[in-house]
Protein backbone atom coordinates (compact mmCIF):
# COMPACT_ATOMS: atom_id res chain seq x y z
CA UNK A 1 0.00 0.00 0.00
CA UNK A 2 2.90 2.33 0.39
CA UNK A 3 4.49 1.50 -2.49
CA UNK A 4 1.18 2.24 -4.81
CA UNK A 5 1.19 5.29 -2.53
CA UNK A 6 4.54 6.72 -3.12
CA UNK A 7 4.24 5.40 -7.05
CA UNK A 8 0.83 7.05 -7.43
CA UNK A 9 2.64 10.38 -6.33
CA UNK A 10 5.51 9.96 -8.66
CA UNK A 11 2.50 10.26 -10.96
CA UNK A 12 1.15 13.14 -9.68
CA UNK A 13 -2.41 11.40 -8.42
CA UNK A 14 -2.11 13.26 -5.12
CA UNK A 15 -5.56 12.35 -3.81
CA UNK A 16 -5.48 9.06 -4.28
CA UNK A 17 -1.53 8.58 -2.98
CA UNK A 18 -3.05 11.04 0.24
CA UNK A 19 -5.98 8.28 0.72
CA UNK A 20 -3.68 5.53 0.36
CA UNK A 21 -0.72 7.07 2.88
CA UNK A 22 -2.98 7.68 5.17
CA UNK A 23 -4.26 3.97 5.33
CA UNK A 24 -0.83 2.94 5.64
CA UNK A 25 -0.41 4.81 8.50
CA UNK A 26 -3.32 3.63 10.05
CA UNK A 27 -2.64 0.38 9.30
CA UNK A 28 0.98 0.37 10.96
CA UNK A 29 -0.16 2.25 13.97
CA UNK A 30 -3.02 -0.70 14.30
CA UNK A 31 -0.32 -3.11 13.76
CA UNK A 32 2.61 -2.33 14.69
CA UNK A 33 2.59 1.07 17.55
CA UNK A 34 2.83 5.06 17.08
CA UNK A 35 6.51 4.78 17.75
CA UNK A 36 7.62 1.91 15.39
CA UNK A 37 10.11 3.07 12.19
CA UNK A 38 7.61 1.62 10.03
CA UNK A 39 4.85 3.78 11.38
CA UNK A 40 7.26 6.88 11.67
CA UNK A 41 8.34 6.41 8.02
CA UNK A 42 4.49 6.35 6.94
CA UNK A 43 4.39 9.49 9.33
CA UNK A 44 7.10 11.33 6.88
CA UNK A 45 5.35 10.03 3.62
CA UNK A 46 2.51 11.82 3.78
CA UNK A 47 4.07 15.15 5.33
CA UNK A 48 5.89 15.50 2.10
CA UNK A 49 3.16 14.58 0.18
CA UNK A 50 0.67 16.77 2.34
CA UNK A 51 3.58 19.98 1.97
CA UNK A 52 3.28 18.71 -1.92
CA UNK A 53 0.15 19.67 -1.73
CA UNK A 54 -0.02 23.09 0.12
CA UNK A 55 -1.48 21.61 3.20
CA UNK A 56 1.57 22.88 4.86
CA UNK A 57 -0.11 23.08 8.55
CA UNK A 58 -1.06 19.40 8.75
CA UNK A 59 2.38 18.31 7.23
CA UNK A 60 4.25 20.33 10.32
CA UNK A 61 2.41 18.29 12.59
CA UNK A 62 3.51 15.46 11.18
CA UNK A 63 6.92 16.43 11.01
CA UNK A 64 6.97 17.00 14.75
CA UNK A 65 5.49 13.74 15.41
CA UNK A 66 8.23 12.17 13.07
CA UNK A 67 10.94 14.39 14.71
CA UNK A 68 9.74 13.35 18.39
CA UNK A 69 9.50 9.72 17.50
CA UNK A 70 13.14 9.41 16.36
CA UNK A 71 14.58 11.43 19.00
CA UNK A 72 12.45 8.85 21.52
CA UNK A 73 13.50 5.95 19.32
CA UNK A 74 16.94 6.50 18.24
CA UNK A 75 17.80 9.51 19.91
CA UNK A 76 18.57 13.05 19.20
CA UNK A 77 22.00 12.71 16.91
CA UNK A 78 20.71 9.78 15.22
CA UNK A 79 21.31 10.34 11.37
CA UNK A 80 17.58 9.51 10.61
CA UNK A 81 16.70 11.76 13.48
CA UNK A 82 18.95 14.72 11.75
CA UNK A 83 16.76 14.07 8.39
CA UNK A 84 13.45 14.83 10.23
CA UNK A 85 15.14 17.84 11.63
CA UNK A 86 16.09 18.96 8.39
CA UNK A 87 12.78 17.78 6.89
CA UNK A 88 10.97 20.14 9.48
CA UNK A 89 13.47 23.51 9.07
CA UNK A 90 12.88 23.36 5.58
CA UNK A 91 8.37 23.52 5.99
CA UNK A 92 9.43 26.09 8.83
CA UNK A 93 11.11 27.87 6.36
CA UNK A 94 8.50 27.79 3.74
CA UNK A 95 6.03 28.92 6.04
CA UNK A 96 7.98 32.07 7.02
CA UNK A 97 8.95 30.51 10.30
CA UNK A 98 12.70 31.96 10.13
CA UNK A 99 13.74 31.90 13.55
CA UNK A 100 12.43 28.64 14.65
CA UNK A 101 14.02 26.91 11.37
CA UNK A 102 17.25 28.75 11.57
CA UNK A 103 17.27 27.12 15.32
CA UNK A 104 16.44 23.39 13.80
CA UNK A 105 19.13 23.85 10.05
CA UNK A 106 21.64 25.02 13.56
CA UNK A 107 20.94 21.99 15.15
CA UNK A 108 20.83 19.65 11.91
CA UNK A 109 24.11 20.96 10.49
CA UNK A 110 26.09 20.45 14.57
CA UNK A 111 24.56 16.92 14.18
CA UNK A 112 25.56 16.26 10.35
CA UNK A 113 29.40 17.65 11.16
CA UNK A 114 29.38 15.89 14.61
CA UNK A 115 28.10 12.58 12.94
CA UNK A 116 28.94 12.89 9.54
CA UNK A 117 31.83 15.13 9.19
CA UNK A 118 32.07 18.20 7.46
CA UNK A 119 32.66 17.43 3.94
CA UNK A 120 30.07 14.74 4.11
CA UNK A 121 27.37 15.48 0.99
CA UNK A 122 24.39 16.18 3.96
CA UNK A 123 26.68 18.11 5.81
CA UNK A 124 27.29 20.32 3.13
CA UNK A 125 23.00 20.31 2.53
CA UNK A 126 22.84 21.69 5.50
CA UNK A 127 25.52 24.33 5.59
CA UNK A 128 23.77 25.39 2.33
CA UNK A 129 20.21 25.39 4.05
CA UNK A 130 21.27 27.15 7.59
CA UNK A 131 22.73 30.19 4.72
CA UNK A 132 19.41 29.98 2.72
CA UNK A 133 17.47 30.80 5.80
CA UNK A 134 20.14 33.59 7.14
CA UNK A 135 20.09 35.16 3.80
CA UNK A 136 16.24 35.53 3.97
CA UNK A 137 16.25 37.09 7.45
CA UNK A 138 18.90 39.10 5.87
CA UNK A 139 21.94 38.04 7.93
CA UNK A 140 23.85 38.19 4.97
CA UNK A 141 27.90 38.18 6.09
CA UNK A 142 27.20 35.17 7.92
CA UNK A 143 25.17 33.52 4.67
CA UNK A 144 28.12 34.22 2.30
CA UNK A 145 30.75 32.53 4.34
CA UNK A 146 28.55 29.23 4.57
CA UNK A 147 27.58 29.61 0.42
CA UNK A 148 31.12 29.83 0.23
CA UNK A 149 32.04 27.02 2.55
CA UNK A 150 29.01 24.35 0.96
CA UNK A 151 30.47 25.43 -2.78
CA UNK A 152 34.02 24.21 -1.71
CA UNK A 153 32.91 21.37 0.26
CA UNK A 154 30.65 20.49 -3.08
CA UNK A 155 33.42 21.38 -5.45
CA UNK A 156 36.26 18.90 -3.65
CA UNK A 157 33.48 16.17 -3.31
CA UNK A 158 31.24 16.24 -5.89
CA UNK A 159 32.88 18.00 -8.39
CA UNK A 160 32.61 22.01 -10.71
CA UNK A 161 29.85 20.67 -12.56
CA UNK A 162 27.54 18.65 -10.20
CA UNK A 163 24.01 19.72 -10.18
CA UNK A 164 24.55 20.52 -6.48
CA UNK A 165 27.95 22.30 -6.87
CA UNK A 166 25.98 24.59 -9.37
CA UNK A 167 23.59 24.68 -6.81
CA UNK A 168 25.75 26.43 -4.99
CA UNK A 169 27.39 28.51 -7.43
CA UNK A 170 23.64 30.10 -8.18
CA UNK A 171 23.14 30.67 -4.41
CA UNK A 172 26.30 32.60 -4.32
CA UNK A 173 26.06 34.62 -7.28
CA UNK A 174 22.69 35.24 -5.77
CA UNK A 175 24.00 36.88 -2.46
CA UNK A 176 26.47 38.85 -4.20
CA UNK A 177 24.50 40.57 -6.53
CA UNK A 178 22.13 41.22 -3.90
CA UNK A 179 25.04 42.66 -1.80
CA UNK A 180 26.34 44.85 -4.77
CA UNK A 181 29.35 42.85 -4.39
CA UNK A 182 29.73 40.70 -7.68
CA UNK A 183 31.38 42.91 -9.68
CA UNK A 184 34.28 42.86 -7.15
CA UNK A 185 34.39 38.90 -7.42
CA UNK A 186 34.59 39.28 -11.07
CA UNK A 187 37.87 41.33 -10.69
CA UNK A 188 39.13 39.65 -7.73
CA UNK A 189 41.97 36.91 -7.16
CA UNK A 190 39.15 34.35 -7.58
CA UNK A 191 37.67 35.75 -11.37
CA UNK A 192 38.90 32.93 -13.02
CA UNK A 193 36.95 30.24 -11.02
CA UNK A 194 34.07 32.49 -10.53
CA UNK A 195 33.89 33.20 -14.44
CA UNK A 196 34.19 29.37 -14.83
CA UNK A 197 31.72 27.99 -12.22
CA UNK A 198 29.04 30.61 -13.85
CA UNK A 199 29.64 28.80 -17.40
CA UNK A 200 29.06 26.04 -15.83
CA UNK A 201 25.95 26.81 -14.13
CA UNK A 202 24.63 28.59 -17.49
CA UNK A 203 25.38 25.14 -19.46
CA UNK A 204 23.58 23.73 -16.96
CA UNK A 205 20.93 25.55 -17.03
CA UNK A 206 20.45 25.50 -20.70
CA UNK A 207 20.63 21.59 -20.82
CA UNK A 208 18.56 21.38 -17.84
CA UNK A 209 16.42 24.29 -17.05
CA UNK A 210 17.19 26.28 -14.26
CA UNK A 211 18.34 25.64 -10.80
CA UNK A 212 16.24 26.21 -7.94
Sequence with gaps: MNNLALLLE???KLNEAEGL???ALEGFESQLGPQH???LTAVNNLAFLLETQGKLEEAEGLHRRALEGKESQLGPQHPSTLVSVHNLANLLHKQGKLEEAEGLHRRALEGCESQLGPQHPQTLTS???LALVLEKQGKLEEAEELYRTALTGREGQLG???PDTLSSVYNLADLLE???SFAEELHGPDAEEVRASRNNLERFQQ???PVV
Excluded: D, L
Aim: hydrophobic share 10%.
Design 127 to 129: VNN
Design 21 to 23: HRR
Design 10 to 12: QQG
Design 160 to 162: PEH
Design 178 to 180: AKG
Design 37 to 39: PYT
Design 207 to 209: EHG
